[in-house]
């Protein structure tokens, strides 16, 4: 076996803590699973997997420790992932409701396919987090003296995977079962603000956690 089975356990168990804890890839599937439907629940949970890939790729190619090493680089990461996530955030406050498509494969309201996976790459591409935990956790459960050290961070990343659809699965049917009691405006209403404020407020938490200079973060939270 190419990782080591004691390290690969702690792995699995950092890796579902993290999956499980609420991010920006979790609001993202759940707003559009409640707009879209199933469908573009699913289609949003396979964007969040390529992002992934794209992460998997760059960890094993090195560019994400280039990344992290070099300052305005992983600035530069962080205002783009903010920028998107405020978006997204501001395009569900302008809508002012979820505007619950009754069809989710025909009714132009709904969210698309290539919308949905687009926006889940993207806001996964451009996450700092992620990007720390394939530069910061991931190299902690890898055994050099078993097997090469890109073989390993490909196997601990498509196990990554491996959870987090199962997760996503789970949070796609519940959004999906949740989509029948959401037929009042006003509820819709509340929804779409609350996900919205989410979203910008994910977007200030990363430029203030990667971006402000610690002098101004001391001064931020004064």
Do not use: C
Not at 43 to 50: C, E, H, K, R, Y
Not at 63 to 68: D, R
Not at 197 to 209: D, K, R, T
């Amino acid at each position: 076996m190419p990782l080591d089975p004691t390290l690969f356990v702690g792995y699995i168990i950092a890796a579902v803590l993290i999956v499980v804890s609420p991010g920006p890839d979790t609001m993202l599937i759940l707003r559009y699973t409640l707009v879209g439907g199933r469908r573009v629940g699913f289609a949003t949970l396979s964007g969040v997997q390529i992002g992934i890939l794209g992460h998997i790729a760059a960890a094993v190619l090195g560019l994400s420790v280039l990344i992290v090493s070099v300052p305005v680089a992983f600035k530069a990461v962080a205002i783009a992932g903010a920028a998107y996530l405020a978006f997204i955030g501001f395009q569900a406050l302008r809508a002012g409701t979820l505007r619950i498509a009754p069809d989710a494969a025909a009714d132009a309201l709904a969210i698309g396919h290539a919308r949905a996976v687009r926006d889940a790459i993207i806001t996964n591409l451009l996450n700092p987090k992620v990007i720390m935990l394939f530069v910061a956790l991931m190299p902690n459960f890898v055994a050099p003296a078993r097997a090469s050290v890109p073989l390993q961070l490909a196997l601990l990343g498509a196990t990554l995977i491996v959870i987090n659809v199962a997760w996503q699965t789970g949070l796609v049917l519940a959004a999906d079962r949740l989509r029948r009691w959401l037929g009042r405006l006003s509820v819709q209403r509340a929804i779409a603000i609350v996900t919205g404020v989410v979203f910008i407020s994910f977007a200030v938490l990363l430029l203030v956690e990667h971006v402000l200079p610690d002098g101004d973060r001391h001064a931020t939270g004064s």
